[in-house]
């Protein structure tokens, strides 16, 4: 606690010592619970606010398809009566999760969770996690395994020691006179964010753990990307995302929960500034909105404390052999492009109606079964638009009560002037995975084998947890031209894993390639 300060700072420092015993972790975290009877309104961004039903209310409510999930059959407050209520539709990616908390109207009192930086934070910028639900609880999630699933446990062998700083966050509490709105609260949290943010790295942490801005290191430079076929010219990698996390394979920080990572957004110009770096030895990572796959720099970063490094242009060759035959979709690592339903009638979060992110909504996995109750998705290409008729989650059919069937997907598209002798390239960039196993056949799609198979991937629960993506993946699938047909031909998509509502894939982007061009 900080003289003058109306709040408190938390942190934790997690070490094992050589030669302890094996372990796994799967979630660290700080939860506060509050007096229902005073805080009913939880503030999570300026659109994602609401009044809150108590712990009571879903006591006496109707579980749904899982605990996390449940019907208001009789809320204290009848205006939630009939709305489902799920911890899953508060979450967050890490780079948006910067305040969230709680507002009561009497005393107008306000309890808010800051984040001033995500260097602690688990799986780079687009990870998701909890913020604050029902109960009315508040949680500064630390790491965890949501929206990912394995590769996020922290496994601990063979006696390897560790150390990690998680925070210090900020936890706030402000107040306005009696009379006052007490929406001004979520106001002026958000500009205490502001100033925490400002101040980071703190300067009040003892630890020798914690380094103070001048032991500190920072890093510019510029993203390029060279993609002959769009340009044949550099271009811009504008507001990229760019990041130094622990050495390891092209896209491992989405997989990493042991190091530090340090994210920033280039501008229109692709410059980059990365400040405020513990000293250690990284990789220098990146992606690129509009662009599928993932950049690595190819030599070690190495910040020592109080380094200015000038790394110059750094070009970036995204996946590509020909030119685009077709696509869909827009490469954002998300599926919010296309096509997401209403909720099922007595299903709906008001909050989430004619919102921008309706996916939270519960049950739109079964909203497929309504759309196509007997045949499954058709796409066409130069016919078919995506934001209303591709489906935002490959899921499996509801045949009955608690049976479920895969689907097969069909894109059909034209080719003109097939080079037989020549190799096609079909990119699959799938923005979410839960047990899923994506096969594909191309025009035939009786053959004993698929032409491809992801075989069995994921397990982010993205689609069961409201999340438009979880982890990202792709995959480069070759087409001979010998397959192919001058005129219309077809691909099929399996999502082969059925018995479960659960399992499937979100598409982040779709493309065919034709042959490279000399």
């Not at 975290?29 to 609401?50: E, G």
């Not at 398809?65 to 939630?80: G, K, R």
């Not at 309504?370 to 638009?385: F, K, M, N, R, W």
């Not at 934001?387 to 895969?406: E, G, L, M, Q």
């Given at each position: 606690?900080l ?28 939860a ?8 009913q ?10 009044i ?44 948006d ?86 929406l ?53 990698a ?39 770096v ?23 970063v ?10 110059g ?33 007595g ?68 080719v ?36 491809f ?58 493309r ?7």
């Amino acid at each position: 606690m900080l003289r003058g300060y109306s709040g408190f700072y938390s942190y934790s420092i997690f070490e094992r010592l050589e030669g302890w015993p094996d372990i796994n972790i799967s979630q660290g975290r700080i939860a506060f619970k509050l007096q229902h009877n005073l805080f009913q309104y939880m503030a999570v961004s300026d659109d994602r606010q609401r009044i809150m039903p108590t712990s009571q209310d879903r006591e006496k409510g109707r579980v749904l398809d899982y605990p996390e999930a449940v019907l208001l059959t009789n809320p204290a407050n009848s205006f939630l009566t009939g709305e489902v209520d799920d911890k899953y539709q508060y979450s967050s990616d890490n780079k948006d999760n910067r305040v969230h908390g709680w507002m009561c109207s009497d005393p107008p009192t306000g309890f808010w969770i800051v984040t001033p930086s995500n260097e602690f934070k688990t799986a780079g910028p687009v990870k998701q996690d909890l913020t604050s639900h029902a109960g009315p609880i508040s949680l500064s999630m630390f790491f965890s395994t949501h929206y990912t699933g394995q590769p996020l446990i922290i496994e601990f062998r063979n006696g390897e020691p560790w150390k990690k700083v998680f925070g210090p966050v900020f936890i706030y509490v402000n107040s306005v006179l009696d009379g006052e709105d007490p929406l001004t609260l979520w106001a002026d949290a958000k500009e205490q964010m502001s100033i925490e943010t400002k101040k980071w790295p703190y300067d009040f942490p003892l630890s020798k753990d914690f380094p103070s801005a001048n032991q500190r290191g920072t890093i510019h430079g510029r993203l390029l990307i060279n993609d002959r076929y769009i340009n044949k010219d550099l271009l811009l990698a504008k507001f990229a995302y760019v990041g130094l996390a622990p050495p390891g394979d092209v896209g491992s920080w989405q997989d990493d929960a042991k190091g530090y990572q340090f994210w920033t957004r280039a501008d229109e110009n692709g410059y980059f500034t990365i400040s405020g770096v513990r000293p250690d030895t990284y990789n220098l990572y990146a992606w690129v909105p509009g662009f599928i796959g993932d950049f690595r720099h190819d030599n070690d970063v190495i910040i020592c404390s109080g380094s200015q490094i000038q790394i110059g242009d750094l070009v970036y060759d995204p996946p590509r052999n020909g030119p685009t035959l077709w696509e869909i979709g827009i490469p954002d690592r998300t599926a919010s492009e296309f096509y997401i339903p209403n909720p099922a009638s007595g299903l709906m979060n008001k909050l989430y109606i004619n919102h921008t992110e309706k996916f939270r909504q519960y049950g739109l996995w079964d909203r497929y079964t309504d759309l196509y109750p007997t045949e499954d998705l058709t796409y066409t290409v130069g016919i078919s638009d995506y934001r209303k008729d591709w489906f935002f989650a490959h899921v499996n059919r509801k045949i009955d009560k608690d049976k479920y069937t895969p689907t097969t997907w069909q894109i059909s598209f034209d080719v003109k002037n097939v080079i037989k002798t020549e190799s096609y390239t079909l990119r699959l960039a799938l923005a979410s995975a839960s047990l899923a196993e994506v096969q594909v056949w191309i025009n035939n799609p009786n053959t004993r084998r698929p032409h491809f198979t992801t075989r069995r991937i994921g397990r982010d629960n993205a689609i069961a947890r409201h999340g438009i993506h979880g982890r990202y993946w792709l995959y480069s699938v070759d087409v001979s031209g010998s397959q192919l047909v001058n005129g219309k031909n077809t691909i099929y998509l399996k999502q082969s894993r059925g018995s479960s509502p659960f399992i499937g894939v979100m598409y982040d982007y779709i493309r065919l390639e034709g042959p490279c061009e000399d």
